[in-house]
């Protein structure tokens, strides 16, 4: 399933001002993996996104897709290349309906390259297209919802609307950020196996999560970070059950229910 | 004690609702609900030359539009791309001097100077704009204010391109019906236009750029080129206005780059209704000919529009047109909650 | 020689002007584009004390200065605040504003040599053999007095610190409770006091005309932006780059290019690096 490493980053440092957000942290994910990063609020996990998808401008490190350097490069030319992101932070076009969000990202140049949702490799009305690619990702189609205004849906549709705003780039990896927080468990159990499919589509996954229960379920390696740093990285178990994962979490009750139930 | 309580509810009328799509084409009264407003605009707008009482007025005519291009163009930048431009001014001098230079020097008739000073015009504003178009929207505005004040004191302090007192002797219409025919079909052309453009995908783009750019730049597109396509769309329309100015007044100077034509625009928007682009094109029509009824007054005028302006803004007013749209889609009631 | 002083005199006279701005944008994070009107607005009152009422030069100084801070304070009371957040209204209001002010003086007539405000001082001294006017040296004095002042307030005294904290971060201002609505006034008072100061003591070099009101604004905005749009230090910082580029271009090319090395400077700081000198505005790169 896991071919050679698809994104790499090699000592990535962030510093803001005084703050060290990240301390030459380094990571890579084999192509068609799903590699979650858990840790605790403010180890840096999202910062650590930012960095590798162009939104912040790393202190230092690198980072490379392919074996090829994109560090210094634009978000939307990172984009471009097939590297999208979910934001943690939901971001839809509120003003909009929900298959009008998806014409954007539809208008973008690698959309247009790509292409080929209907009749191979020519994209048809921008309008249809986003609502074959909601209906994708779990919108009922002949109903009324791709059609409410943004505003007006539930978290765990808004969630899928951000990974359906990737999908309409055909990407390679897209980088989620905490897309099952905020959900109620049946959203959860309805969201795992779009994610598993999504793997199976070809579509290399970063997740970051708090939710480690459902991430362990589909994440093939773990990386856990504390403070900026890299804490340790293996498969979900080996993660588990290394002591230092356990401090760092206070020894938490959620570590101690996975242990349980892993 | 029982008190009832009551809210008010606002739904959206039968007419509108049927008028859907292919629905509307149902019966006469439906198509006649959209497409009567229209034709009374371009209807009325077309008419206008011709019930106007004097030649001054129809000269007024003429300014009317070169303002409603304008204040299009601040309607569509700041509502539905989320740059405020406090320098209409600018627009209107670079499209005015550049067609004055090609009619003086060059002898350019007026069919050549007004579309080639349109769209070099665009270029050159778009170029000086460039800078400013990945910061943040306080950068456009602070620039915009500052170029129509700078460049008429380098244009006055360095006396280059005729200094204060301008290039004289530029050619005018051959025609006054030309004139001011010329103008309202600009102004409709570009009118309907622009609102087909916002609604199509590009327009989408332009709208995602205001709400939420780092969701566009997530969506692989750079936001500072569609910002630049705006600012371009934008300044084809100021420098079209510039240069028919010129040619209509026979002359280019600094004035053109007055503050009036930065003022009027946002003012004639904030009353005609910000978001609408036919509330910009109304505002003007309000505005101007007041503005000349009350030309006795000097630069009163100005203070007089700033503190109107002032005034809708901080009661929060939504403007003539945004009003008048939802008294015609939309109507009220109490009801018992 | 005259360069270094000249040049001094011109940065300093810049920094008093672009001080009042910074602070505004700073703490509220509203461009107050009033600002010039402000300064001409000073300088109108203490004409019409000094002329109209014939009261004491040194009365109609302060008493002009408080009523400056006022004036901005009620501008901010009863037009900005209620348009705080929404980013276009804001701009437009303040502009709109300041040019009801400005043009609204223009039509009452301020034109040519009638009105004029007297020098400190008279006379003249002798600095390294260069005639430099006693005012313009006052100026100098008064001016770098100002700046300790602002340091020495926003480092040591409670409003000071607020008014700090709230530039820094609103939100965990308002935690800490400071009222981030009185903050903004105290910071709009303040920034006209500044607007008012720099009349008070740059007007007496020429004659109170509606056109210096613009021609404040823009300098004043080009310090900013070259300082980084917040920082104050950054503004005093980048007064005297901007003052010394002038005066060296009035030396070698010509005293009329002076409005060029403005533009110039916002258009290269803005390609360059735009967050300015001292930017705080770091996240116009890192926003996420």
């Known amino acids: 399933m896991s071919g050679g490493p698809i994104l790499e980053a090699k000592e990535v440092t962030k510093a803001f001002g005084g703050i060290l957000a990240l301390n030459r942290v380094s990571f890579h994910v084999n192509e068609g993996d799903i590699l979650g990063i858990i840790g605790p609020n403010g180890s840096g996990k999202t910062t650590l996104i930012n960095c590798v998808t162009g939104f912040i401008r790393m202190t230092s490190g690198r980072v490379l897709f392919r074996g090829k350097e994109i560090t210094r490069r634009p978000p939307h030319k990172i984009a471009d290349m097939g590297i999208t992101r979910t934001f943690q932070i939901m971001r839809p076009y509120y003003s909009l309906p929900a298959y009008k969000n998806l014409v954007i990202p539809l208008f973008s140049p690698r959309a247009k390259r790509t292409g080929g949702w209907r009749g191979g490799g020519k994209l048809g009305d921008r309008d249809t297209v986003g609502i074959d690619i909601l209906e994708e990702i779990g919108f009922e189609r002949d109903s009324f919802v791709p059609y409410k205004m943004a505003s007006s849906l539930p978290t765990g549709y808004l969630k899928r609307l951000e990974l359906a705003r990737c999908l309409a780039l055909k990407p390679e990896i897209i980088l989620c950020d905490e897309v099952f927080s905020g959900l109620s468990m049946s959203e959860i159990a309805s969201m795992v196996p779009l994610i598993e499919r999504l793997q199976m589509e070809g579509i290399t996954l970063v997740m970051i999560e708090h939710r480690l229960r459902e991430l362990f379920r589909v994440a093939n390696r773990v990386m856990v970070l504390n403070f900026g740093e890299k804490l340790t990285e293996g498969t979900p178990e080996e993660v588990m059950a290394d002591e230092k994962v356990k401090v760092a979490y206070f020894g938490s009750e959620e570590v101690e229910e996975v242990m349980s139930y892993a | ?169 530029v050619a005018s219409f051959p025609n006054r019906w030309l004139e001011q025919y010329f103008m309202i079909l600009m102004v409709l052309l570009f009118l309907f236009g622009m609102r087909r453009l916002v609604n199509m995908d590009v327009g989408l783009v332009f709208r995602a750029v205001k709400d939420n750019d780092q969701a566009v730049k997530a969506s692989g597109m750079s936001i500072t080129f569609y910002k630049a396509v705006a600012v371009f769309i934008a300044s084809t329309m100021g420098c079209l206005g510039g240069a028919c100015l010129v040619h209509i007044y026979m002359w280019s100077g600094i004035s053109q780059f007055a503050l009036d034509f930065s003022i009027i625009p946002i003012a004639a928007t904030v009353i005609g209704g910000g978001g609408t682009l036919v509330g910009a094109v109304l505002g003007c029509f309000i505005l101007v000919p007041i503005s000349e009824l009350l030309r006795t007054f000097g630069t009163l005028r100005i203070v007089f529009y700033s503190l109107i302006l002032v005034g809708f803004i901080v009661l929060r007013s939504e403007g003539v047109m945004v009003y008048g749209q939802r008294k015609y889609h939309q109507f009220e009631r109490w009801v018992k909650v | 020689m005259d360069i270094l002083i000249y040049g001094t005199i011109n940065s300093v006279s810049l920094a008093l002007m672009a001080l009042g701005f910074a602070l505004v944008y700073g703490i509220s994070r509203v461009p107050n584009f009033a600002h010039g009107a402000l300064y001409v607005v000073c300088g109108f009152i203490t004409w019409s004390f000094l002329h109209g ?116 971060d609103e939100r965990a201002a308002l935690m800490l409770g400071i009222d981030s609505d009185f903050m903004a006034v105290v910071a709009m008072a303040f920034g006209s006091v500044l607007a008012g100061l720099s009349a008070i003591l740059l007007l007496p070099l020429g004659n109170i005309v509606v056109e210096a009101g613009y021609n404040v604004l823009i300098l004043a905005i080009a310090v900013c932006i070259v300082g980084g749009l917040g920082s104050w230090m950054g503004a005093v910082l980048a007064a005297f780059i901007i003052g010394f580029a002038q005066i060296l271009t009035v030396v070698y090319w010509g005293a009329h290019y002076q409005m060029v090395v403005a533009l110039l400077a916002i258009i290269f700081t803005l390609i360059l690096r735009p967050s300015g000198l001292f930017g705080q505005q770091k996240e116009l790169e890192e926003r996420v």
């Open chain 3, 53 to 168: 009422l014939g009261l004491n030069y040194l009365v109609s100084i302060l008493l002009a200065a408080f009523i400056t801070g006022v004036i901005g304070a009620l501008i901010y009371q009863f037009v900005l605040i209620r348009v705080r957040g929404m980013a276009i209204s804001e701009i437009i209001a303040s502009y709109a504003m300041g040019l009801a002010i400005l043009e609204g003086f223009r039509w009452y007539g301020f034109k040519g040599t009638t009105y004029t405000l007297p020098v400190f001082v008279e006379g003249s001294m002798f600095i390294a053999d260069i005639p430099v006017d006693f005012h313009r040296v006052l100026v100098v004095g008064i001016g770098a007095a100002v700046v300790s002042f602002l340091w020495l307030f926003t480092h040591h005294t409670r409003i000071g610190l607020a008014l700090r904290g709230m530039a820094q």
């Open chain 2, 1 to 169: 004690m029982h008190t009832e309580e009551r809210r008010k509810e606002r739904l959206d009328r039968g007419i509108k609702v049927r008028t859907v799509g292919i629905y509307s084409l149902m019966s006469w009264r439906e198509l006649s609900y959209l497409t009567v407003p229209r034709v009374v605009l371009i209807l009325g707008m077309l008419l206008l030359p011709l019930i106007m009482p004097s030649m001054y007025w129809q000269r007024v005519i003429s300014i009317v539009c070169i303002y409603a291009l304008l204040a299009l163009s601040f309607d569509f930048l700041a509502h539905y791309v989320g740059l405020v431009s406090l320098g209409g001014a600018f627009f209107i001098g670079t499209g005015g001097y550049l067609a004055a230079i090609l009619n003086t020097s060059f002898g350019l008739p007026f069919y050549l100077t007004i579309p080639i000073a349109t769209i070099v015009g665009a270029v050159i504003c778009t170029g000086f704009l460039l800078p400013c178009l990945p910061l943040r929207g306080v950068y456009f505005a602070i620039v915009t204010l500052m170029y129509p004040l700078v460049l008429g004191r380098i244009i006055e302090a360095l006396n280059v391109l005729g200094g204060t007192d301008g290039i004289v002797g």
